[in-house]
């Protein structure tokens, strides 16, 4: 083999394919994260049967996947399946939910279904997960400033963990739904699991085979959320 034909080989590794790296990239990504990314909905509705605890861990352990503010993986999970703790959870949770509303002044009708609706989404789901976040290993600083910022790098790790799950859910067939409502009422959370000290509830996702397949949202085009800084470029 010449020089000629070994630099030929080593520049055009996979000339037979016709296609560049990127265009191969692409179609990876599109032929298995794609799907998943795009099929994945909030779903609501379940079935009653159980979900296996096998499964449940590997959603777990694909969450556990998620990088970290400085690898201090600050997410904590709760895993609810009984029907007894699902039912005090949402008690707890709804007569917070109660007693806000009827701080802004809203109708007994309106707030019965409200407290109505949210119970029956804790206790019909098969499986709860609460994710929490843990802030004592995250890095100490006197100033407001800089405690804050490192509270919201813990949020945003246990956010990306969540994803995971989600996506993990999607793949395992399995439908999911965040809800954000222990945010408002993390103490009440707290009471009503006896969280251990520094579990900060962030969310609540309930798992479970659906029974439909969701309800498609409508998703803002790129020009409507991206701003390219392209050198050489004019900014836009």
Not at 29 to 40: C, D, W, Y
């Amino acid at each position: 083999m010449t020089a000629r034909q070994s630099a030929a080989m080593i520049s055009s590794p996979r000339r037979s394919s016709g296609l560049s790296f990127s265009a191969r990239h692409k179609m990876t990504v599109q032929s298995k994260l794609g799907p998943l990314i795009s099929k994945r909905r909030s779903i609501r509705r379940y079935q009653a049967n159980l979900v296996d605890r096998e499964v449940i861990e590997r959603l777990l352990l694909a969450a556990t996947q998620a990088p970290s503010a400085h690898n201090r993986q600050p997410w904590r999970f709760v895993v609810i399946e009984e029907k007894e703790v699902k039912a005090t959870l949402a008690n707890a949770m709804g007569q917070r939910l109660r007693q806000d509303r009827i701080a802004d002044g809203d109708t007994s009708k309106t707030i019965d279904a409200d407290v109505s609706r949210s119970y029956a989404r804790i206790t019909e789901a098969p499986v709860l997960i609460v994710v929490c976040v843990d802030n004592r290993e995250m890095d100490k600083y006197p100033d407001e400033r800089r405690r804050r910022a490192e509270h919201l790098m813990a949020v945003q790790s246990t956010a990306m963990a969540a994803q995971n799950l989600l996506l993990a859910a999607e793949h395992e067939g399995l439908g999911a739904c965040i809800m954000c409502a222990p945010l408002f009422c993390s103490d009440a959370v707290a009471d009503a699991l006896n969280l251990p000290d520094g579990w900060q509830a962030q969310m609540l996702i309930t798992i479970g085979r659906p029974v439909d397949n969701g309800k498609t949202r409508p998703r803002l085009p790129l020009t409507d959320v991206v701003r390219w800084r392209t050198r050489g470029q004019p900014a836009r």
